[in-house]
């Protein structure tokens, strides 16, 4: 017997089997494919048989077969006609979370990121949730639950923990979609703004709030963030707004932003295997190899830069096994900065 739910809210008893019923077929993985489509019906409402058929990557006749299986087991899924058809199940249906691979129970707990989850101020509801997963487990399966496995430590090496006193305010205002008027302390200058909030990141240890102020999608260091109070109005969310692709982008323009020159070096056999570990990937990735390596194996590179003193600061790194070519500013710089130190290390500098 199973129960079903209805839209209000009550319940009635049929004779139809549950998720776990002996399916035409007793291949493993067609019951995996079937429990998806059904959890894939109650996700989206409404799917087509093309669009399945894509997901699963099987042919039509395969989503026509287990439609009827599931069907023919007692699961109320039913068809819509006309050109804009599919399939859906019936109103207020729900499958409970049960079927699930000991490979997905894993990957399901390798999303919980416990300490993230308490810089929102949601430490208490994660846990909760972690317990009902493990109740809805396969006694199987909730052995290896039960003991984190990994542990996710996002801050960068050496970084001071940031101030997070506004993050769970903020991140209710995301849910919510309510405005948030705050005072915000950029590099430049203190103002007060009223934004739209809609969503949050997490990178490199550091929590940004992506927003709508004005006309355009701006980001914020929630760290800067000062007095701050979310409105009990609400706002419409962008249909159009990606945040991902949008986080995508804004990384791609500040990279280029902060290196919109070009500097031609040359660097040694060891100054070329410690590209990867002294450059930002920005700049690696845009690298230009040029001619072959001279006799003593050193190889003219041309890279991206920003300003003549951040990039001589960047090369320095790489010591005696970099040579600057162009820009002559650049050159002057590293000669000037190299001369200088000599000066401090002969003691012949009075400063």
């Not at 059904?38 to 006749?61: D, I, N, P, W, Y």
């Not at 929102?120 to 487990?137: C, D, P």
């Not at 190899?289 to 090369?315: C, F, K, M, N, Y």
């Amino acid at each position: 017997m199973c129960c079903l739910l209805v839209p209000d809210g009550s319940t009635f008893r049929r004779p139809y089997l549950s998720i776990h019923v002996r399916f035409e077929y007793e291949l493993p993985m067609r019951a995996s494919r079937l429990l998806s489509i059904l959890t894939t019906l109650q996700a989206k409402g409404h799917v087509t048989a093309q669009m399945l058929a894509a997901e699963f990557e099987v042919s039509l006749r395969t989503i026509y077969r287990d439609v009827d299986a599931l069907s023919a087991a007692g699961i109320p899924i039913y068809s819509v006609q006309g050109s804009g058809g599919g399939y859906r199940l019936l109103d207020g249906y729900r499958v409970r979370l049960n079927g699930l691979s000991s490979t997905e129970s894993k990957a399901l707990f390798l999303a919980g990121l416990t300490r993230q989850a308490a810089d929102l101020g949601m430490g208490a509801v994660a846990a909760s949730a972690r317990t009902k997963l493990l109740a809805a487990l396969p006694e199987d399966m909730r052995s290896g639950a039960m003991k984190p496995r990994f542990h996710f430590d996002a801050p960068a090496w050496f970084a001071e923990a940031e101030t997070l006193d506004h993050l769970p305010a903020v991140a209710d205002a995301v849910w919510n979609q309510h405005p948030i008027r705050m005072r915000y302390q950029s590099r430049t200058a203190d103002r007060e703004r009223r934004v739209e909030p809609l969503g949050i990141v997490l990178k490199g240890g550091a929590w940004y709030l992506v927003a709508q102020a004005g006309k355009e999608a701006r980001t914020f260091r929630i760290s800067r963030i000062g007095e701050m109070e979310v409105l009990d109005e609400r706002f419409d969310y962008p249909k159009v707004f990606d945040l991902e692709a949008y986080w995508t982008e804004s990384i791609r323009r500040y990279e280029a932003d902060l290196h919109p020159n070009r500097a031609e070096i040359r660097l040694s056999p060891w100054g070329m295997e410690r590209m990867e570990e002294l450059l930002p990937p920005y700049i690696r990735t845009a690298a230009v190899l040029s001619g072959d390596a001279d006799a003593r194996g050193w190889r003219s590179v041309t890279i991206s830069v920003g300003s003549i003193a951040h990039a001589a600061t960047e090369l320095l790194r790489f010591g005696a096994e970099v040579e600057v070519i162009a820009p002559p500013a650049l050159r002057a710089k590293m000669a000037e900065i190299v001369g200088t130190l000599a000066k401090v290390y002969a003691g012949d500098d009075p400063g």
